[in-house]
């Protein structure tokens, strides 16, 4: 992978508590799993950084082989990687996204 | 065969599931990206296998795609996942 494109990964997942790799943006996502993380983030009243992978062909490429996994949405807390959208829909049924969150110190709003 | 069924084929022997169910979702996504007019582009996988305890979800996905990892390169354009153990799994009906 581009080392440009793995710095620019590790600087955004940094500087952000929860970021979104997706298709589309947070407000027009392009693909129906992109836009169910959205919602559920949305939801839970999370402030997010979405980063539309559509945009830049190197970006779309690199996150797969950085976070070695190989479908969009990908969604990373803190810096580390949580899951797509399965992983996400499963822990929020279950409630422990909101317990990750709240953990790792992002600001979840009450239910 | 088709890609339904070397799913199947490959996923059996991999992890000798309990339950494996593999739904063609294409006919969902007809016209989007990634579709194709023959379909078999969008699929969900439910499989249930003992091989999937002790391991993070993260760790079950990984396991499940990179045993599918030329169907993903390739046609696969999405592929919906649930992985459990026996234990996991909420009795049917």
Known sequence: MD??????????????????????????????????????????????????????????????????WPTIPQLYVKGEFVGGCDIVREMFDSGELQQLLTDKGVTVKAA | ???????????????????????????????????????????????????FAGKTRVERQRLVYSVLAAELSDRVHALALQTRTPAEDPPRG
Do not use: W
């Open chain 1, 3 to 68: 080392a440009t494109v793995s710095e620019r990964i590790k600087g955004d997942i940094t500087s952000n508590d929860v970021v979104l790799y997706m298709k589309g943006s947070p407000v027009f996502p392009q693909c129906g799993f992109s836009a169910a993380v959205v919602q559920v983030l949305t939801h839970l009243g999370v402030k997010f950084k979405g980063i539309d992978i559509l945009q830049d062909p190197s970006l779309r490429q690199g996150i797969k082989e950085f976070s070695q």
């Open chain 2, 1 to 51: 065969m088709t890609v339904a069924e070397t799913m199947r084929r490959k996923l059996t022997e991999t992890f000798r599931p309990t339950r494996l169910e593999i739904v063609d979702d294409s006919h969902k996504h007809a016209g989007h990206a990634g579709a194709r007019p023959e379909g078999e582009t969008h699929f969900s996988v439910e499989i249930v296998a003992a091989a």
